[in-house]
C-alpha cells in the first residue's frame, strides 16, 4: 500500500446528505494545507462491505462512519481501539500505518503488521470511536467538571452508549431514562463489565425523569426529539423546571436551540447545545489521520457555517 497516494477522506452512511462534516473537515484540511478532499459516500446498508473494500483500494486516508453503520462496520476492520471495541460502535476508520509517516507514534498506533487483503499487502484498517471523548472533550470546553457529576442521561440507543461510557470512564454517576428499559439495562450491564466500579443505574421514561433530576447535577438528552423537522417534541415533561444550578446538555443541534434547551433556560438552568460535540468529535478523527492537532476554531466555524444555510 502506498500511503503518499492517499488524498481522500469520507462519511459512510445513509442518509448522509444534510451533514456538516465535510463543510467542517474540508475548511480544517485547508487549515493544516493538506491537499485532502473530504466527501460524502452516501451507502445503502447492502453497499456497506463493497463501500469498506473501496476504502481500502481507491486512495482513502480514512473515513467517518454514521447511522445505520456504525455497529455493522465493526466486522469489516481488522482492529478496533479500546473505545470502539467497548462502545461496540465505530464512527471512525484509519490506517494503522498513517499518511503521514513518522507522526503515528503521538497518537498511540503503530507500523504493523501488515494484512493480506486480495493481491495486496496492506496496512490495518481500524476503528475507533471519538463520540464520548468528542462529549467530554466539550464538556471541558464549556468548563463542565465530569468527575464527581450526578448525570440524568435520557434515551438508550446508540448515542446514549457513547455518552455513558465516556461519563463513567471520567467519573460521573449516571442514571440512564429510557422509554424501552432493556435498553437502558443492556448499557449499563455493558459499562459496568467494563468499569466494575461505576454507578450506573436506569429507570423508565418518563415516569423517572423527576425522581432523576432532583439529585442531577448535569442532564443530557441523547434522543432525537425535538430534532428538525418535529421542532416542538422534547424529551421532558413539562410540568417538570429545571434550576439555575443545573447544566441541560442536548445532543441535537438542528436547531441549535431546541424547545428542551428553551424549557431549560425559563427554569434559569444552564443550556449547551449538541454542535460542540459534533466538532469536537470530528477533531479527534482529524487527529486519527493527521497524527497533528486540529483546528477546532475552524471546524467550528465551518460548522456553524454550514448549519446557518440550511
Ligand atoms: P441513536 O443510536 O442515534 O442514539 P436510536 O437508536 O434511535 O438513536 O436511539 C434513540 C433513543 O431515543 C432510544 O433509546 C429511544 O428509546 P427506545 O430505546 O425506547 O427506542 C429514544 N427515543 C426515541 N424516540 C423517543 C420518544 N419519542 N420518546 C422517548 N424516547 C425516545
Redesign the pocket.
Same mark, same amino acid.
Given at each position: 500500500m502506498e500511503t503518499a497516494g492517499r488524498k481522500r477522506l469520507g462519511l459512510l452512511g445513509w442518509p448522509v446528505a444534510h451533514s456538516l462534516s465535510p463543510a467542517m473537515h474540508n475548511a480544517a484540511l485547508a487549515a493544516l494545507g493538506l491537499p485532502w478532499t473530504y466527501e460524502l459516500l452516501p451507502t445503502p446498508p447492502a453497499d456497506l462491505a463493497a463501500a469498506v473494500r473501496r476504502l481500502r483500494t481507491e486512495g482513502f486516508i480514512g473515513a467517518n462512519v454514521t447511522?445505520p453503520h456504525?455497529q455493522a462496520v465493526l466486522a469489516l476492520v481488522d482492529d478496533l481501539t479500546p473505545a470502539a471495541r467497548a462502545m461496540g460502535a465505530v464512527n471512525t476508520l484509519f490506517w494503522a500505518t498513517p499518511a503521514l509517516q513518522g507522526e503515528n507514534k503521538a497518537i498511540g498506533t503503530d507500523d504493523g503488521p501488515m494484512v493480506e487483503y486480495g493481491e495486496m499487502r496492506v496496512s490495518r484498517l481500524l476503528g475507533d470511536n471519538t463520540d464520548g471523548s468528542g462529549f467530554i472533550a466539550d464538556l471541558l470546553a464549556h468548563g463542565v467538571q465530569v468527575i464527581g457529576q450526578q448525570v440524568l442521561v435520557?434515551?438508550?440507543?446508540? +448515542?446514549?452508549?457513547a455518552v455513558v461510557f465516556a461519563l463513567v470512564a471520567a467519573g460521573a454517576a449516571v442514571t440512564i431514562v429510557?422509554?424501552?428499559l432493556a435498553?437502558?439495562e443492556t448499557i449499563a450491564a455493558i459499562v459496568t463489565y467494563h468499569y466494575p466500579a461505576a454507578s450506573v443505574s436506569c429507570a423508565r421514561?418518563?415516569e423517572a425523569l423527576a425522581p432523576a433530576a432532583a439529585g442531577a447535577g448535569l442532564i443530557v438528552n441523547?434522543?432525537?426529539?425535538g430534532m428538525w423537522p418535529d421542532e416542538d +417534541?422534547m424529551?421532558w415533561d413539562q410540568a417538570l423546571a429545571l434550576r439555575p444550578d443545573q447544566i441541560v446538555y442536548d445532543l441535537v443541534y438542528r436547531p441549535r436551540l431546541t424547545t428542551f434547551l428553551r424549557h431549560a433556560q425559563v427554569g434559569g438552568a444552564r443550556v449547551i447545545d449538541g454542535l460542540g460535540m459534533l466538532v469536537q468529535q470530528g477533531a479527534a478523527a482529524l487527529t486519527r489521520w493527521t497524527g497533528r492537532p486540529a483546528p477546532v476554531a475552524v471546524m467550528r466555524a465551518a460548522a456553524e457555517a454550514a448549519l446557518a444555510q440550511h
Open positions: 447511522v456504525k435520557i434515551g438508550g440507543g446508540g +448515542a446514549a452508549r429510557n422509554r424501552t435498553h437502558a421514561f418518563p441523547t434522543t432525537s426529539v +417534541a424529551p
